[in-house]
């Protein structure tokens, strides 16, 4: 079965952390290519940040410098560290396959309270 599921949102203050985990399940994870996406009240869904099969990573502009990706590929699981967050990070978050993209899952909310 094919499933990406998100979790580790919370209610943060401006200038705390968050860890996100993404468990994924019936896909090639190993040799793909993950990235992590959010999506904001009434906006489109942004990307944040991807990661290569060799820990190449890459960020969105918004969030370089603050937010950390990484992956265990022997647990099927990609992360996101998020560090100084800031109330415009506030949003659902997403993992998801940029390889060989899935359906979206049900995300998991981060909101970032001034």
């Known amino acids: 079965q094919v499933q990406l599921v998100e979790s580790g949102g919370g209610l943060v203050q401006a200038g705390g952390s968050l860890r996100l985990s993404c468990v994924a399940s019936?896909?090639?994870?190993?040799?793909?290519?993950m990235g992590w996406y959010r999506q904001a009240a009434g906006r489109q869904r942004e990307f944040v940040a991807s990661?290569?099969?060799?820990?190449?990573?890459y960020y969105g502009t918004s969030v370089k410098g603050r937010f950390t990706i990484s992956r265990d590929n022997a647990k099927n699981t990609v992360y996101l560290q998020m560090n100084s967050l800031k109330p415009e990070d506030t949003a659902v978050y997403y993992c998801n396959d940029i390889t060989r993209p899935l359906g979206w899952g049900q995300g998991t909310q981060v909101t970032v309270s001034s």
């Open positions: 019936g896909i090639a994870f190993s040799i793909d290519t």
């Open positions: 990661i290569n099969t060799h820990g190449g990573s």
